[in-house]
């Protein structure tokens, strides 16, 4: 009976029945003190599972504490149940789980670690792996995964499982983990805090114990409203002299745990020990252990009748944690020591003997070191960093020269970086820099430490400290174009200037670094031809991507692609960057590289707002954002943000824009670099600009182009906009700067939209309806929408001003029929104003496909376009890093919204991108 749990027990058995009766997915996290009651609440779940959902599937895993280096030792449990269904997972997932079972790995699958693939798998895959396998058993009924004592869960364990987690949604599955007061940190999902028992509910714990009132008043007191402590301090015999009244509860029970275990025989103690060190309950292996030291798996039989221990076919458990701590923890280092060699001798797993091995090392031994190592390159290989970086930084610890520490800390600090731990490979690298002076170990460290710097949220220290390296060979070349990029997005001209400085010091011919730093200093006539011929070569297919750098380059490098990429959107090429972003996109779905889609995802819609993709570009950056949160990257969520603030800012909608733009500049907690700010500066400009408050609008223009990262706000058309913000403010004379700037831009060989947006600027500066004219026919060419409405607007404003109002109709209605489909309400109002100033009061209709795409949420769209291509559930949830019933799921809410009731409907639609 659990007493005092009523409302914890309500919330399980609610959600169990929802996942039971409305196909629901939940996850909840239990918290508390050791002994507090979580585990009989994840039983109470398991037997109310079983009892009420015929047809449930309840799958267990309990972290072990000397397990926690394990690779997959908690997935491992929680799905050796169900590994015969791994084969009916698309091929990359079900080679991601063969790994957790050591069956196969990537390579056998040709999946990302294959042939062209990074050689390495990427971490979050074995959870969307995870997320597919418990959505298809959820087809058969409700599944129930319970997670206990996850504080002791590997870390890769814990990275699948709160992967899957935090994207269940209708599939029929509850994830309900346990953990204690300081587990489970971060992790986003909904949570109880367990309180201890009142004394009344206390004082029913012990009411079938026939005790004496003073012992169980003492009880009572010791306990403290500790449902474990009230069952075990009396039954372990523990004198109740109030000598261990100030230690926290836990250690009273650990204390009372450890005297009954002194009480018992010195062969069961041995073998206790043996089980609590071997950690896993794996009995060849401890029995092994047990023949060389003398014992047997008899001696464990008086353990059991105190019900410390359970003995079954194939395997030994203990009855709680906190028993096999006080197994292990109560002998002395020697013993243990011993009981670690008989193991790691009797191990048939390399991994465990290295375990064993290192635990058993008292000294520095380069044997046991190397061993260590590699279990660390087989954890890395797996995609678990975490536990890499701890078997790297054990092997190190055990390793007797400097040079060969400084080595394994630099490899720990990279599997550290691989797991998203920023600050433990910061801390690794810096240890080991104090312990070398090689050049390359130390410029590896460099690119370690710029890395931690970027995923902290600051590119431009990491440029800073990448520009500062040697660019003589190939890849501290790459570095230096990394640093070089990190300066641009970090808006730190100088930066910029010193990695073109160094390169060409090198002798090295850089087009992307000498591109960004003439730029910088406004030379446009040379370096766009530059950018342009990074560019011209980038990768044509996703089959043809290949990443630079030297091997264990992180998912923030550019690559050919992303430096391609990059120099697009620098150009204002949106017809290419939407190209190249799209197969980046496809690269990273089709290979699983879910840590790397949140950045692709956000170069793609950067260029399709400016293509005026505005659906298109919402719902990558709503995938994005969510992936950006569950991969622990949240410090992008803000550059992320500042893409759907420009959206904003077209349509008017001044609340939305300025909570997006401070989001970006820092008042959400983080501060932004120069050209985010520089963006954010001009993004709230052109917010002004569309509702007519001209001099503030000037204002926040010439902010960013005098501020840190201004030489960025010309591709984001800041200095067209500079430009009619002056005139319409009645001070055409301070639009000359900026009209200067973008004319060069447009000159050197901008797109056609940049150089007809230049001719306007012109047009509206000098009175010139020519400009005009030639605006138009460039326009013509194709290219952001948006620029083009607003030369028509100033166009129609002219010929109305000239009294040429038929002829201002013309331009006034096509603006017109732009803005409304943008929903660019403000800019619409405008047009409709003109054209009522013509004698016209017509306006146009939004289009009928707009106003489909306007019902649906992001994913849905994202869903049904999918869908209308004829993809089936499971190709669009390998595609999303969903799970197919979430899929059906968005369907079912789309199709009344879409006035469809099937997929073959859906094909009908205008649903183009």
């Not at 000397?66 to 590994?83: F, H, I, K, N, S």
């Not at 909904?190 to 079938?208: F, K, T």
């Not at 690119?447 to 400290?465: L, N, S, T």
């Not at 290949?546 to 091997?551: D, I, K, L, N």
């Amino acid at each position: 009976m659990l007493y005092g749990r009523d409302a914890e027990r309500e919330r399980l058995t609610g959600l169990i029945d929802d996942a039971r009766t409305g196909r629901r997915s939940a996850s909840l996290v239990l918290r508390g003190e050791a002994g507090i009651g979580k585990s009989a609440l994840l039983d109470h779940a398991a037997a109310h599972a079983s009892g009420a959902a015929p047809g449930a599937r309840v799958l267990r895993a309990t972290g072990i504490e000397t397990e926690r280096d394990l690779v997959y030792a908690g997935l491992l449990q929680l799905l050796w149940p169900v590994q015969d269904r791994l084969a009916d997972l698309p091929v990359p997932q079900a080679a991601a789980l063969r790994t957790v079972f050591g069956s196969g790995g990537y390579a056998d699958s040709g999946g990302p670690g294959g042939p062209g693939g990074s050689g390495r798998g990427d971490r979050f895959l074995t959870g969307l792996a995870l997320l597919t396998l418990l959505a298809d058993l959820a087809d058969e009924g409700p599944v129930l995964c319970l997670l206990d004592d996850v504080q002791w869960l590997d870390a890769a364990s814990v990275d699948a499982l709160l992967f899957a987690a935090r994207r269940l949604s209708a599939e029929g599955v509850v994830m309900v983990f346990a953990a204690r007061d300081d587990g489970l940190a971060g992790h986003g999902l909904p949570e109880i805090e367990l309180s201890r028992l009142d004394r009344a509910d206390a004082a029913r714990v012990l009411a079938g114990r026939r005790l004496p009132p003073d012992r169980r008043a003492r009880v009572l007191i010791e306990a403290d409203g500790n449902p474990l402590a009230l069952l075990e301090l009396d039954a372990a015999g523990r004198r109740h002299d109030g000598g261990h009244g100030p230690l926290p509860v836990a250690d009273r029970v650990l204390a009372a745990f450890r005297a009954q275990i002194a009480r018992l025989p010195e062969r069961t103690r041995l073998m206790m020990l043996i089980a609590a060190a071997e950690a896993r309950g794996h009995l060849p292996t401890m029995l092994g252990a047990a023949a060389a030291l003398g014992v047997s798996l008899d001696d464990l039989e008086p353990a059991e009748q105190a019900r410390l221990v359970e003995v079954t076919g194939t395997a030994v458990s203990f009855r709680h944690p906190l028993i096999r701590a006080a197994a292990y923890q109560g002998t002395s280092l020697a013993r243990r020591v011993t009981v670690h060699r008989a193991l790691a001798d009797a191990a048939a797993d390399p991994d465990c003997r290295a375990r064993h091995r290192g635990a058993a090392a008292t000294a520095p031994d380069e044997d046991v070191a190397t061993a260590l190592e590699a279990a660390a390159v087989r954890a890395r290989d797996r995609a678990a960093g975490a536990a890499a970086a701890a078997l790297f930084q054990q092997a190190a610890q055990l390793t007797p020269d400097t040079g060969g520490q400084a080595r394994r800390l630099t490899e720990a600090a990279g599997a550290a970086l691989l797991a998203g731990g920023a600050d433990r490979a910061g801390e690794l690298a810096v240890r080991a820099e104090g312990l070398t002076a090689d050049p390359a170990a130390r410029t590896r460290l460099a690119r370690i430490r710029a890395a931690v710097e970027f995923e902290r949220g600051d590119p431009r220290q990491a440029a800073r400290i990448l520009v500062a390296q040697d660019a003589g060979d190939r890849p501290a070349a790459a570095m230096l174009r990394m640093g070089a990029s990190y300066a641009w997005l970090s808006g730190d001209a100088e930066t910029v200037r010193a990695a073109a400085g160094r390169s060409a010091a090198a002798g090295r011919r850089d087009p992307l670094i000498e591109g960004m730093a003439r730029l910088v200093d406004d030379d446009f006539a040379r370096g766009v031809p530059l950018l342009r011929e990074v560019l011209d070569g980038a990768p044509g297919v996703p089959g043809d991507l290949r990443r630079t750098g030297p091997p264990g380059a992180t998912a923030e490098e550019p690559g050919a692609l992303v430096e391609a990429i990059n120099a697009a959107l620098i150009l204002g090429d949106d017809e290419a960057a939407i190209r190249l972003a799209t197969a980046e996109v496809a690269r990273c779905r089709e290979r699983g590289r879910i840590g790397e889609l949140a950045g692709a995802l956000q170069r793609l819609a950067h260029a399709q707002v400016h293509a005026g993709l505005f659906r298109d570009a919402e719902a990558n950056v709503a995938e994005a954002i969510t992936i950006a949160r569950d991969t622990g990257r949240s410090q992008r969520v803000g550059r992320l943000e500042l893409v759907l603030a420009r959206v904003a800012a077209v349509q008017g909608d001044e609340e939305r824009c300025r909570a997006l733009a401070d989001d970006a500049l820092g008042t959400g907690g983080r501060s932004a670099p120069g050209a985010e700010a520089a963006a954010a500066a001009c993004v709230r400009g052109l917010l002004d600009l569309g509702l007519g408050r001209y001099d503030d609008a000037l204002d926040r223009f010439e902010e960013a182009r005098h501020g840190p990262g201004g030489f960025t706000a010309v591709v984001t058309v800041g200095a067209a906009d500079e430009v009619e913000a002056a005139v319409r403010a009645g001070r055409p004379e301070r639009a000359e700067p900026a009209l200067r700037r973008f004319e060069g831009w447009a000159r050197a060989g901008a797109p056609p939209w940049a150089q007809a947006a230049a001719l306007r600027c012109r047009a509206l500066v000098h009175d010139d309806e020519g400009a005009y004219a030639e605006a138009l026919r460039l326009h013509d060419k194709g290219g952001r929408p948006f620029e083009r409405a607003r030369t028509e607007l100033l166009y129609g404003e002219w010929l109305r001003r000239a009294r040429r109002r038929s002829d201002a109709r013309g331009p006034l209605r096509s603006a017109l029929e732009v803005f409304e489909g943008l929903r660019a309400e403000p800019w619409a109002e405008r047009a409709r104003a003109e054209l009522r100033a013509t004698g016209e009061s017509a306006a146009t209709a939004r289009p009928a496909a707009a106003d489909l795409l306007e019902r649906l949420t992001p994913q849905e769209l994202q869903v049904v376009r999918l869908a209308a291509e004829g993809n089936s559930s499971r190709d669009i949830a390998a595609q999303l890093f969903l799970s197919p019933r979430t899929v059906e799921y968005h369907l079912y809410k789309a199709y009344p919204k879409l006035g469809v009731s099937s997929r073959r409907e859906l094909a009908r639609l205008e649903l183009a991108r």
